[in-house]
């Protein structure tokens, strides 16, 4: 008590008082051990300090642990089976005070809130130099004062003839054999756990310890080794596990990012046979702690770091600091910023594939007897993942991470089942509706069918009826499985055009489950952000999520002529239609206002008009080659209020001018109209240009120019005809393969700031003919009145796309 209160003076003369002098306490040695040596032990004239820095506080304390082991060993024995006139006798002998037998039950009394090494001891007992160790033996005196009591015990405690209980045939200390055999085959099973002990001089020794510990180190274990005392590591904290400042604050240098490199280059480096300064200095050179490593806690940012001891390193391995998933991958992997590109390895993806590999092996080592089902989150019990030390993408295949527990709900009565089902891996297949929040509409196959390629549409909820082709599950590798259509899923189409990216705009279609798509096929659900993200093209590859088309986004699509669209009045709520409701395609048939069904007749494609530029034609859905446009074909002038109608966007036959007269052209072999179109508004004097010429057998382009006008010097084929058209293209001669595509704009739109305006007609616009609200009237082209309702239009779509951020 003396000593955990600081009073070193107090705690040696209370000492010399409970050996009541040298020569006593060197006299008891001699009668217990029967040495007759000289006397070498003196406390006389010692100062009371110095005595008591010969024995620790701590010596006390481990002294009393192991008294209340003996307690614990003696409190189960039943002493009333030996006699006690054979000890008390000898006691008496010995002129020790016995006024009752020895109690072996009550001789260590350890209640109390004293300093261990006293419990149970009396505050008053304390004070009293001749009952200090009152409560530690059978008696009412000091052992120190009578050395023969103490020889007695001494000797008694040897004999076999029942003076003193033989505690072995009470215990099983006869076992020891067997105990200390089976613990020397658990320490060779441990191996050399504890490590090396190397001596401060003993450089090469300290050298081999610091490349040993390297070798066993983890990518964690650096991680962890790097950041020290910045990772709180209090159980009880709100920020358990993450870094006591913020990532973006925490200054790492060059480790946070490539740790699995660097911890590479260090094995390198430690796996070298001649172990010397250079290669010693070279490791420890390389590793460095953010925080002081003198410090248990770092709370500010760091402006410096610190060098590591081999004793730092090698406390490191195995760590058992718990650093969270999300703060390796903000910290060691670059996460915090959302604009970096995520590194190839990120350290998190790893660390949490050790994780998942070490948890499944615990479970291959439980009692199966006793706990047969299988580790919850092996997505097929029989496709475990504790042998998977090192294909990550294997164990991320074959495992789920619980979110919370999946209980039943009685969707009659909407009370919840809070049972668990007979095997965690067979739970009922839940059917759900993919909802739109805003507009209370879900998604549903196109047409109901059930085909490869069909496309997903944006539908009004069916409440009556089949809604099976409205409903999906979400199958436990993360694809989403209509219930009309067995083992088809939601899939990105990837492939537009030829091209293959995750580009805004992809279309979202119904496919067969399989292997090779696999990714195209995998959705996320991101809570409170983007929706539902398709795998392959996630956050660092487009972050495509599955959207409704609306009227802003529809003209930033790149391939926006795959989407079929509606042209919809606000005002009337009503629809631009074919006027014969799309049944036929005679050229020239009109557009009228209709009541909006969604019909054919009244979906559009958009598509751009050229490689550049916002202009674009509106093509047909009922009838694929006809495009809208204003004005009669033979009556190209800008006339207010003429009738909108469809015309072929190309003409068969070799192109003409009014006088059916041909144009002078440049040739070149092309394998596209799309690529012969950019090739001729690429040639010098394209200003003059009516149009091209396009035949696919022979690939043939023909860029047509105007009278007078056809450049010179090309390297091309040039035909300057006898007789050349002017002005612009009125007709085609009908010629076989071939196909007259005009660049008058009378057939090109560009749509802004809610109305449709002709590209040929500037200051005119799409408009409904007379101000009525009602089915019937035509659509004309007219010139813009500003903010009239007649000229507004938005671009509806049932269509479901894959969009960036939306």
Same mark, same amino acid.
């Given at each position: 008590?003396?000593?955990?209160?600081?009073?070193?003076d107090?705690?040696?003369?209370a000492?010399?008082?409970?050996?009541?002098?040298?020569?006593?306490?060197?006299?008891?040695?001699?009668?217990?051990?029967?040495?007759?040596?000289?006397?070498?032990?003196?406390?006389?004239?010692?100062?009371?300090?110095?005595?008591?820095?010969?024995?620790?506080?701590?010596?006390?304390?481990?002294?009393?642990?192991?008294?209340?082991?003996?307690?614990?060993?003696?409190?189960?024995?039943?002493?009333?089976i030996?006699?006690?006139?054979?000890?008390?006798?000898?006691?008496?002998?010995?002129?020790?005070?016995?006024?009752e037998?020895?109690?072996?039950?009550?001789?260590?009394?350890?209640?109390?809130?004293?300093?261990?090494?006293?419990?149970?001891?009396?505050?008053?007992?304390?004070?009293?130099?001749?009952?200090?160790?009152?409560?530690f033996?059978?008696?009412?005196?000091?052992?120190?004062?009578?050395?023969?009591?103490?020889?007695?015990?001494?000797?008694?405690?040897?004999?076999?003839?029942?003076?003193?209980?033989?505690?072995?045939?009470?215990?099983?200390?006869?076992?020891?054999?067997?105990?200390?055999?089976?613990?020397?085959?658990?320490?060779?099973?441990?191996?050399?756990?504890?490590?090396?002990?190397?001596?401060?001089?003993?450089?090469?020794?300290?050298?081999?310890?610091?490349f040993d510990?390297?070798?066993?180190?983890?990518?964690?274990?650096?991680?962890?080794?790097?950041?020290?005392?910045?990772?709180?590591?209090?159980?009880?904290?709100?920020?358990?596990?993450?870094f006591?400042?913020?990532?973006?604050?925490?200054?790492?240098?060059?480790?946070?990012?490539?740790?699995?490199?660097?911890?590479?280059?260090?094995?390198?480096?430690?796996?070298?046979?001649?172990?010397?300064?250079?290669?010693?200095?070279?490791?420890?050179?390389e590793?460095?702690?953010?925080?002081?490593p003198?410090?248990?806690t770092?709370?500010?940012?760091?402006?410096?770091?610190?060098?590591?001891?081999?004793?730092?390193?090698?406390?490191?391995v195995?760590?058992?600091?718990?650093?969270?998933f999300?703060?390796?991958?903000?910290?060691?992997?670059?996460?915090?910023?959302?604009?970096?590109?995520a590194?190839?390895?990120?350290?998190?993806?790893?660390?949490?594939?050790?994780?998942?590999?070490?948890?499944?092996?615990?479970?291959?080592?439980?009692?199966?007897?006793?706990?047969?089902?299988?580790?919850?989150?092996?997505?097929?019990?029989?496709?475990?993942?504790?042998?998977?030390?090192?294909?990550?993408?294997?164990?991320?295949?074959?495992?789920?991470?619980?979110?919370?527990?999946?209980?039943?709900?009685?969707?009659?009565?909407?009370?919840?089942?809070?049972?668990?089902?007979?095997?965690?891996?067979?739970?009922? %297949?839940?059917?759900?509706?993919?909802? @739109? +929040?805003? &507009?209370?509409?879900?998604? *549903? !196959?196109?047409? =109901?069918?059930? $085909?490869?390629?069909?496309?997903?549409e944006?539908?009004?909820?069916?409440?009556?009826?089949?809604?099976?082709?409205?409903?999906?599950?979400?199958?436990?590798?993360?694809?989403?499985?209509?219930?009309?259509?067995?083992?088809?899923?939601?899939?990105?189409k990837?492939d537009?055009?030829?091209?293959?990216?995750?580009?805004?705009?992809?279309?979202?279609?119904?496919?067969?489950?399989?292997?090779?798509?696999?990714?195209?096929?995998?959705?996320?659900?991101?809570?409170d952000?983007?929706?539902?993200?398709?795998?392959?093209?996630?956050?660092?590859?487009?972050?495509?999520?599955?959207?409704?088309?609306?009227?802003?986004?529809?003209?930033?699509?790149?391939?926006?002529? %795959?989407?079929?669209?509606?042209?919809? @009045? +606000?005002? &009337?709520?009503?629809?631009? *239609? !074919?006027?014969? =409701?799309?049944? $036929?395609?005679?050229?020239?048939?009109?557009?009228?206002?209709?009541?909006?069904?969604?019909?054919?007749?009244?979906?559009?494609?958009i598509?751009?008009?050229?490689?550049?530029?916002?202009?674009?034609?509106?093509?047909?859905?009922?009838?694929?080659?006809m495009?809208?446009?204003?004005?009669?074909?033979?009556?190209?002038?800008?006339?207010?209020?003429?009738?909108?109608?469809?015309?072929?966007?190309?003409?068969?036959?070799?192109?003409?001018?009014?006088?059916?007269?041909?144009?002078?052209?440049?040739?070149?072999?092309?394998?596209?109209?799309?690529?012969?179109?950019?090739?001729?508004?690429e040639?010098?004097?394209?200003?003059?240009?009516?149009?091209?010429?396009?035949?696919?057998?022979?690939?043939?382009?023909?860029?047509?120019?105007?009278?007078?006008?056809?450049?010179?010097?090309?390297?091309?084929?040039?035909?300057?005809?006898?007789?050349?058209?002017?002005?612009?293209?009125?007709?085609?001669?009908?010629?076989?393969?071939?196909?007259?595509?005009?660049?008058?704009?009378?057939?090109?739109?560009?749509?802004?700031d809610?109305?449709?305006?002709?590209?040929?007609?500037?200051?005119?616009?799409?408009?409904?003919?007379?101000?009525?609200?009602?089915?019937?009237?035509?659509?004309?082209?007219?010139?813009?009145?500003?903010?009239?309702?007649?000229?507004?239009?938005?671009?509806?779509?049932?269509?479901?796309?894959?969009?960036?951020?939306?």
């Amino acid at each position: 008590e003396y000593l955990h209160d600081g009073n070193v003076d107090g705690a040696g003369s209370a000492l010399k008082s409970m050996i009541r002098g040298s020569n006593t306490l060197v006299d008891m040695r001699k009668e217990l051990t029967n040495d007759n040596g000289p006397n070498s032990f003196s406390l006389d004239g010692t100062p009371n300090d110095q005595v008591a820095q010969f024995i620790p506080a701590e010596v006390f304390d481990e002294i009393v642990e192991h008294a209340q082991e003996v307690h614990e060993l003696l409190d189960g024995i039943d002493l009333s089976i030996f006699s006690t006139s054979h000890l008390e006798e000898p006691l008496k002998n010995e002129q020790i005070d016995v006024e009752e037998p020895a109690n072996f039950d009550n001789s260590f009394d350890f209640a109390g809130g004293q300093h261990r090494f006293f419990r149970g001891v009396p505050s008053e007992n304390l004070q009293s130099d001749s009952n200090v160790l009152k409560n530690f033996i059978p008696s009412n005196s000091n052992v120190f004062e009578n050395p023969a009591s103490m020889k007695y015990y001494w000797r008694h405690s040897q004999l076999s003839n029942g003076l003193m209980p033989k505690l072995g045939k009470y215990t099983k200390f006869h076992n020891d054999d067997v105990v200390m055999a089976k613990h020397q085959l658990r320490v060779e099973a441990l191996g050399d756990t504890c490590g090396r002990v190397c001596k401060l001089e003993d450089y090469e020794c300290s050298c081999e310890r610091l490349f040993d510990c390297i070798s066993d180190m983890t990518e964690y274990d650096l991680a962890v080794l790097v950041a020290g005392g910045f990772i709180d590591t209090n159980p009880s904290s709100d920020t358990f596990g993450n870094f006591s400042v913020p990532a973006n604050q925490l200054n790492l240098y060059n480790a946070d990012q490539g740790v699995a490199e660097k911890l590479s280059g260090l094995k390198a480096r430690a796996s070298v046979n001649s172990i010397n300064t250079d290669n010693c200095n070279a490791v420890l050179r390389e590793l460095f702690s953010a925080c002081d490593p003198d410090e248990s806690t770092c709370m500010n940012p760091n402006i410096q770091s610190f060098s590591v001891s081999t004793g730092a390193v090698c406390n490191a391995v195995n760590s058992n600091k718990k650093l969270l998933f999300e703060v390796v991958g903000e910290e060691f992997d670059g996460f915090v910023d959302k604009f970096t590109e995520a590194p190839c390895k990120p350290l998190s993806y790893d660390v949490c594939a050790e994780f998942v590999v070490q948890f499944d092996k615990l479970y291959q080592g439980r009692n199966t007897v006793e706990y047969p089902l299988a580790n919850p989150m092996l997505k097929t019990p029989s496709n475990y993942v504790h042998d998977q030390v090192v294909n990550n993408k294997a164990v991320f295949d074959r495992v789920q991470f619980p979110i919370r527990y999946n209980f039943q709900q009685d969707q009659t009565t909407g009370v919840v089942t809070r049972e668990f089902p007979p095997d965690v891996h067979t739970v009922p %297949t839940r059917y759900f509706l993919l909802t @739109n +929040p805003t &507009s209370g509409k879900v998604l *549903g !196959l196109r047409g =109901g069918s059930c $085909a490869d390629l069909t496309p997903i549409e944006v539908q009004d909820r069916v409440h009556i009826g089949n809604v099976d082709s409205q409903q999906f599950t979400l199958t436990s590798d993360g694809r989403l499985e209509s219930k009309l259509c067995n083992e088809k899923v939601l899939s990105n189409k990837w492939d537009v055009g030829g091209v293959h990216s995750c580009t805004s705009g992809n279309e979202l279609m119904l496919q067969s489950s399989s292997d090779t798509n696999a990714d195209l096929q995998r959705w996320t659900f991101v809570r409170d952000a983007s929706g539902i993200i398709n795998s392959l093209c996630g956050q660092w590859n487009g972050n495509l999520a599955i959207s409704a088309i609306e009227d802003d986004s529809i003209m930033t699509i790149d391939y926006s002529d %795959t989407i079929p669209v509606q042209f919809i @009045n +606000p005002e &009337s709520n009503m629809a631009i *239609g !074919l006027a014969n =409701g799309g049944e $036929a395609c005679p050229d020239g048939v009109g557009v009228k206002l209709q009541t909006a069904t969604g019909n054919d007749g009244q979906t559009f494609y958009i598509k751009q008009a050229h490689d550049v530029g916002k202009e674009v034609h509106i093509y047909s859905k009922a009838c694929p080659e006809m495009v809208l446009e204003g004005q009669a074909f033979y009556n190209r002038d800008c006339k207010p209020n003429s009738a909108l109608h469809l015309h072929p966007l190309s003409i068969t036959g070799h192109c003409r001018d009014s006088d059916y007269l041909y144009y002078s052209y440049v040739e070149k072999t092309f394998h596209s109209s799309m690529t012969c179109n950019r090739f001729c508004q690429e040639l010098d004097q394209s200003e003059n240009q009516v149009g091209f010429e396009y035949c696919a057998s022979p690939v043939t382009c023909r860029c047509l120019y105007e009278a007078g006008t056809l450049p010179a010097g090309l390297p091309y084929k040039v035909q300057d005809v006898e007789s050349p058209g002017v002005s612009r293209v009125y007709s085609g001669n009908g010629a076989a393969g071939w196909k007259c595509f005009s660049f008058d704009k009378i057939n090109t739109w560009r749509i802004k700031d809610g109305k449709v305006g002709s590209a040929k007609c500037k200051g005119m616009v799409m408009a409904i003919g007379s101000s009525s609200t009602s089915q019937g009237p035509n659509i004309n082209l007219a010139p813009t009145t500003g903010r009239g309702w007649h000229q507004a239009w938005s671009i509806k779509s049932n269509a479901a796309r894959l969009l960036t951020d939306s």
